[in-house]
C-alpha cells in the first residue's frame, strides 16, 4: 500500500532466560548455537519497501519488527491513512459521473468503522483521559480525513480515470532468489499500454534532499512490475495529499538494475545479520517515532532474547556498521 499502515503483528517476544547483553551496541542476548527458533519466530524471507525502508533506517527496528514483531501502538496518522486509501480505492466502484468530491468525503466516516468493526483496538486513539470515548477528537480526526480526500480532487480527476487495478499485490523472484513484494495503491494503462504506478501520500512532500528515499519504494514496484511484465513502467506518480503535490518520475532500465543491485546487497546484510543476531540500532532524529525505546540499547533498554539460532559471524564481523553505503 505504500504508507505507514503496516503494522506489526502480536507480540512473539523471545524467552527471557538469555544471557545478559554485553560488548559494544551491536551485542544482544541470543539463543545458543543450533536452539529452535522461539515462539514460532522464523528468518525473513521476502522483502517489501517498507521493511526495506525500516532496515536501511535502523537494523534493530526491522529486527523488532519483521523477526520479534513485537507490537506497535496504533497511531492516529497512519489509521488516518488507512480510511483515506480505503475511500480512494473504492470511489472507482461508482460510475464515473458519481466520483464527486462530496460523495468521497461522506465515504470517510462509513470506512473509519468498517476499520474499527475489524481492529477494534484503534478506539483506543479516541479515548479521554478516564478510557471513555472522546467524540469531539474523534471528529477532528475525521474532519482532517475528509479535508485530504477533498484535496486530491485537485490534483487529480477520478471522473476521468479508469484504474487497471488498485490495491494491486505485486511478487516477483529475482534471479538470485530474492523474493520481492508489496501493495501499489493504484495501476493505470494508457490505450497505447504504457502503464503508470501511483502511489497516494497522506503526509506533505518532501524537501528536495529528501525525495529520492519517497521515489525508492516506487522504483521497488517499477523493478517488480517490470520483472514480472517485461516491460518498464512508462511513469511512477506520488499524490502528496497533505500538501497538494504531484511528482511524477519516468523511470528507466538503468534505474532499476541500479535498484535491484541495491536491494540485493540489503538483502545481504539482512541475511548475515539473521545468521548472527547482531542487530545494530542507528539512532537518528526518527528514534522519537519509535515504538521500541524501552528495548533499545541507545535508549537504556534491552531487546528480547533473539529467538533464532545464530551462527559463528567467523570472517563475516564488521559488516554491519556498511549500510550506510547501500
Ligand atoms: S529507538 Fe532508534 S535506534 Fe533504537 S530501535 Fe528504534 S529506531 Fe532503532
Same mark, same amino acid.
Given at each position: ?23 559494544? @551496541? $551491536?551485542?544482544?542476548?541470543?539463543? @545458543? ?10 528468518? +525473513? ?74 481492529? @477494534? ?7 479521554? $483521559? ?32 479508469? @484504474? ?41 512532500? =518532501? ?11 516506487? /522504483? ?5 512490475? !517490470? ?5 518498464? +513502467? ?27 543491485? /541495491? ?15 547482531? !542487530?545494530?540500532?542507528?539512532?537518528? /532524529?526518527?528514534?522519537? !517515532? ?12 534491552? +531487546?528480547?532474547?533473539? =529467538? ?19
Amino acid at each position: 500500500m505504500g504508507t505507514s499502515t503496516e503494522r506489526a503483528g502480536a507480540a512473539t517476544q523471545g524467552g527471557q532466560g538469555g544471557q545478559p547483553a554485553t560488548g559494544g @551496541p $551491536g551485542a544482544q542476548r541470543m539463543a @545458543p548455537e543450533g536452539e529452535r527458533a522461539a515462539g514460532g519466530a522464523q528468518p +525473513p524471507v521476502a522483502l517489501s519497501p517498507s521493511r526495506a525502508s525500516d532496515f536501511m533506517q535502523c537494523p534493530l527496528l526491522y529486527r523488532f519488527r519483521v523477526i520479534d514483531k513485537l507490537p506497535e501502538k496504533p497511531s492516529a496518522a497512519a489509521t488516518r491513512g488507512t480510511v483515506v486509501h480505503a475511500v480512494l480505492e473504492r470511489l472507482f466502484d461508482a460510475p464515473a459521473a458519481e466520483r464527486t468530491a462530496p460523495g468521497a468525503r461522506a465515504m470517510v466516516p462509513g470506512e473509519w468503522e468498517k476499520l474499527l468493526a475489524k481492529r @477494534p483496538e484503534l478506539a483506543e486513539l479516541f479515548t479521554d $483521559g478516564a478510557g471513555g470515548a472522546d467524540g469531539e477528537r474523534l471528529a477532528v480526526w475525521l474532519a482532517e480525513a475528509e479535508a485530504l480526500v477533498e484535496r486530491w480532487f485537485s490534483l487529480e480527476d477520478p471522473t476521468r480515470l479508469e @484504474p487497471a487495478e488498485r490495491e494491486l499485490y505485486v511478487e516477483t523472484v529475482l534471479e538470485s532468489g530474492l523474493q520481492l513484494r508489496g501493495f501499489v495503491d493504484r495501476v493505470d494503462i494508457a490505450p497505447t499500454g504504457e502503464v503508470r504506478i501511483v502511489d497516494y501520500k497522506t503526509g506533505k512532500a =518532501p524537501r528536495p534532499q529528501f525525495a529520492e528515499g519517497a521515489l525508492f519504494q516506487m /522504483k521497488f514496484y517499477a523493478l517488480v512490475m !517490470w520483472r514480472r511484465s517485461g516491460t518498464v +513502467p512508462r511513469r511512477l506518480q506520488l499524490v502528496y495529499l497533505g500538501s497538494g503535490d504531484l511528482v511524477t518520475y519516468d523511470p528507466t532500465e538503468a534505474d532499476l538494475r541500479g535498484v535491484e543491485r /541495491k536491494l540485493l546487497a540489503l538483502w545481504e546484510a539482512i541475511q548475515l545479520a539473521t545468521r548472527t543476531g547482531d !542487530w545494530r540500532p542507528r539512532p537518528t /532524529k526518527l528514534c522519537g !517515532w519509535c515504538d521500541h525505546q524501552a528495548h533499545c540499547p541507545e535508549f537504556g533498554g534491552t +531487546p528480547p532474547v533473539y =529467538p533464532l539460532a545464530v551462527r559463528p559471524a567467523a570472517g563475516e564481523g564488521g559488516e554491519q556498521g556498511r549500510m550506510g553505503t547501500i
